[in-house]
């Protein structure tokens, strides 16, 4: 099996992540794609605004009609911060013959190295770059594009000022961001 795993803050998760999950799906040839909403970044500490559970709420709202998108709370069931390389080890233990591919934001590709156990981790996943720009990337990893000019800051701000955030988010996830009053002070 071919599974793909999107670790993120997802605060909030917003139609970039998922338009750029599916292509990933389809160009892999994913058999799944498993979104792994993160506890706290050890290279974001204190950064998340939106609680855990919520986040992981909005995941779950954004997917629920994505026949081969799942979701793992397992980073957030973890004491924070989130080390991609204990979810790895998790998903090599429960699925010893399965391809992983671990999905990264073009933002983060310049900090894999630093990553914890990165040595390891590079040998349990083949990670994938998630990109949103035209910036060439020269490492030896695959590269989903598409142009997308959205970011969850964007839409936190944009709450925070009282702007609207229709078509950005799901609409199941707006109206979660209302419900529970999220990013008020942004």
């Known amino acids: 099996m071919k599974l793909g795993l999107y670790g993120g803050s997802f605060d909030p998760i917003h139609h970039g992540h998922l338009i750029l999950a599916r292509q990933a ?14 506890a706290e970044s050890p290279f974001k500490p204190n950064h998340t605004i939106a609680p855990a559970q919520d986040r992981l709420a909005m995941v779950r709202l954004a997917i ?26 998790a998903y090599r233990a429960r ?13 983060h590709v310049e900090s894999l190295p630093r990553w914890n156990e990165f040595n390891e981790l ?25 142009r997308i ?10 709450v925070a000022k009282k ?12 109206h979660y961001i209302i419900d529970k009053n999220l990013y008020q002070g942004h």
């Open 25 to 38: 799906l389809e160009e892999l040839k994913l058999d799944a794609l498993v979104f792994i909403p993160a």
């Open 64 to 89: 629920e009609m994505e026949q081969y998108f799942g979701i793992d709370p397992i980073e957030i069931e973890r004491e924070a911060p989130s080390y991609t390389i204990h979810t790895a080890r």
């Open 95 to 107: 699925n010893p013959t399965d391809e992983l591919f671990f999905l990264i934001g073009e933002d």
């Open 122 to 146: 590079k040998q349990i996943v083949q990670f994938v770059i998630l990109s949103r720009s035209e910036r060439c990337w020269p490492e030896d990893y695959p590269v989903i594009r598409k």
């Open 149 to 158: 000019e959205l970011s969850s800051t964007e839409i936190r701000n944009r």
């Open 163 to 174: 702007q609207p955030i229709s078509y950005l988010v799901p609409e199941k996830v707006l």
